[in-house]
């Protein structure tokens, strides 16, 4: 069975750190542009950052620059989110997505249904 599973979600402080990761299962990401979305309680669900296969390029949403950073290991077919100085809004669900077929910077505007795998999603909880 073919899927994405995220982990190292959990509670942190606003100011501290976390990374979370996304692999695969019975399937490699090394060919697909594989990007963070997260959809906080009561919100609608957001981009955060992609990279695409080869890692040469990297997209980020305003609200993460210059404090999150996405990197892939394809040797270890994951995907890293590194999470830093976070705040109470970063408080969400975290899900990655991959696709063969869109660049890093076309998955920031598509919607869930256009994408083709998704993962269950890990909670980032920032307390205040």
């Known amino acids: 069975q073919v899927q994405l599973v995220e982990s190292g979600g959990g509670l942190v402080q606003a100011g501290g750190s976390m990374r979370l990761s996304c692999a695969a299962s019975?399937?490699?990401?090394?060919?697909?542009?594989v990007g963070w979305f997260r959809q906080a309680p009561g919100k609608e669900q957001e981009f955060v950052a992609a990279i695409n296969w080869g890692a040469t390029g990297t997209y980020y949403a305003n609200s993460v620059k210059d404090r999150f950073t996405i990197s892939r290991d394809n040797a270890k077919s994951t995907v890293y989110l590194q999470m830093n100085k976070m705040k109470p809004e970063d408080t969400a669900v975290y899900y990655c997505?991959?696709?063969?077929?869109?660049?890093?910077?076309?998955?920031?505007?598509?919607?869930?249904?256009?994408?083709?795998?998704w993962g269950q999603g890990t909670l980032v909880t920032v307390s205040s």
């Open positions: 997505a991959a696709d063969k077929h869109v660049s890093a910077s076309a998955m920031a505007v598509l919607t869930r249904s256009s994408l083709d795998k």
């Open positions: 019975g399937m490699t990401l090394n060919d697909y542009t």
